[in-house]
C-alpha cells in the first residue's frame, strides 16, 4: 500500500506539489495523470525516495520515504521513463547486478528464471543490451523493477515509444502484476490508463483535482443525458413512440444509416434512465435496436474537462520545475 499525506514540494518558494493526499490499495493498478509541470514527476520522486519533501509524508506499507529510505525502497520496484540500463551488459549479466545491488535474500537462480519468464525476456537474456529493440529494452526495465519482488510498482510511462504490439504486450503484463502488486502507473497515453488501471489520481499545478474510477468520473462530468440510439423502422413511426416515453425532453433524427435504420439522439431529464423504457417499447412494436451507446465520456475528454481549472475554483498557477 502507498499512503501519500499532504505531501509537498517546493522550488525556490513555488510549490510543485501542494498538500495532497491519496492512497493505493494492495493489489490495486492507479493511474497518475497530470499536464506537463502539474507535479506528477516530482511526486513520483518523493514517492520513491528520489527526493525529499518539503512537508507530509509519502509511506510505503507503512515505511515512511523520509524516516526509513532504505526500509521503505525494499518494497518498492521502480521503472523510470528512461529505463536505468547499462547498455554493454547482457541482459543476464545486468540482472545480477540488480540482484547484488538490492542485496536480494531470495535464490538467485530461480527468483530471476520467474522474474525473466514473467517479462518474456528470456530468449534474450544472453544477448547485449545495447542491441535490443525499444520494446525488449522496456521489459528488461520492467525486469529490474521486480528483482526481490517489491510489493509496490511504480512504473513512469512504461510504453512509451513502443509500437502497437509491443504496447499491448506491455499492457498485459502490468495487468498480470496488478494481480499481486500495488502499482502506480504514469502515462500521457490516456487509453492505455484507461484500459489497465482500476482508479485514476489526477493533479494539476500540483493540487489533487480528481480521485475516482474513470466510470464515476464520467458520470459526475457528464452536463448532458443523451442516449444515441439505431433503430429499424419508418422514421415517422418511431419518432412518436420515443417522444411518449417518461422523462423524455427532446428527440432528434441525425441520420438514416441504412436502409430503413435511423439513429437517434435522445435526451432525457438529469437523474433519467430511460435505456429499459426504450427497449420495452422498440420490442413490443417488432422494431429492433440495432445500436445504443450512452453519453459517457472518455477519458481524454475527463482528462480535459479536469485541466481546465473550473473543477477547484480560480487557483494561480504555482507549478513548479516538473515533468
Same mark, same amino acid.
Given at each position: ?121 528470456? =530468449? ?6 545495447? &542491441? /535490443? %529493440?525499444?520494446?525488449? *529494452?522496456?521489459? #528488461?526495465?520492467?525486469?529490474? !523493477? ?65 480521485? =475516482? ?6 458520470? &459526475? /462530468? %457528464?452536463?448532458?443525458? *443523451?442516449?444515441? #440510439?439505431?433503430?429499424?423502422? !419508418? ?89
Amino acid at each position: 500500500m502507498i499512503e501519500v499525506k499532504e505531501l509537498s514540494k517546493s522550488y525556490g518558494g513555488k510549490l510543485a506539489v501542494d498538500h495532497i493526499s491519496f492512497t493505493a490499495n494492495d493489489g490495486e493498478i492507479l493511474g497518475f495523470l497530470g499536464p506537463n509541470g502539474a507535479g506528477k514527476s516530482t511526486t513520483m520522486n518523493i514517492i520513491t525516495g528520489y527526493l525529499s519533501c518539503s512537508g507530509g509524508a509519502a509511506l510505503i506499507n507503512g515505511v515512511d520515504v523520509l524516516e526509513d529510505p532504505i526500509g521503505a525502497k525494499m518494497n518498492i520496484g521502480y521503472l523510470p521513463e528512461q529505463p536505468p540500463l547499462y547498455q554493454d551488459m547482457t541482459v543476464n549479466e545486468y540482472l545480477n547486478f540488480v540482484y547484488g545491488l538490492k542485496r536480494c535474500k531470495m535464490p538467485k537462480r530461480s527468483h530471476l528464471g520467474e522474474i525473466k519468464a514473467l517479462s518474456q525476456i528470456e =530468449d534474450v537474456q544472453n544477448r547485449v543490451i545495447r &542491441n /535490443l %529493440s525499444k520494446g525488449y *529494452k522496456q521489459r #528488461v526495465g520492467l525486469a529490474q !523493477a521486480l528483482v526481490g519482488n517489491p510489493n509496490t510498482l511504480i512504473l513512469d510511462e512504461p510504453t512509451v515509444g513502443l509500437d502497437p504490439k509491443q504496447i499491448i504486450e506491455i499492457r498485459s503484463l502490468i495487468k498480470k502484476l496488478g494481480r499481486n502488486h500495488t502499482v502506480i502507473l504514469s502515462s500521457h497515453i490516456l487509453p492505455e490508463v484507461q484500459a489497465v488501471c482500476d482508479r485514476i489520481v489526477v493533479i494539476d499545478k500540483g493540487k489533487l483535482i480528481a480521485n =475516482d474510477t474513470a466510470e464515476n468520473l464520467s458520470k &459526475n /462530468l %457528464s452536463a448532458d443525458h *443523451k442516449l444515441t #440510439v439505431r433503430i429499424e423502422g !419508418a422514421e415517422k413511426d418511431v419518432k412518436p413512440i420515443l417522444r411518449q416515453i417518461p422523462d423524455m425532453v427532446e428527440v432528434r433524427v441525425l441520420r438514416e444509416t441504412e436502409m430503413g435504420v435511423f439513429e437517434y439522439e435522445l435526451n432525457a431529464k438529469e437523474g433519467a434512465d430511460i435505456r429499459r423504457e426504450v427497449f420495452k417499447r422498440m420490442a413490443a412494436r417488432n422494431m429492433p435496436i440495432l445500436y445504443m451507446k450512452g453519453s459517457e465520456l472518455t477519458l481524454e475528454e475527463i482528462f480535459l474537462k479536469l485541466t481546465t481549472g473550473d473543477f477547484y475554483g480560480n487557483v494561480e498557477d504555482r507549478g513548479g520545475e516538473d515533468e
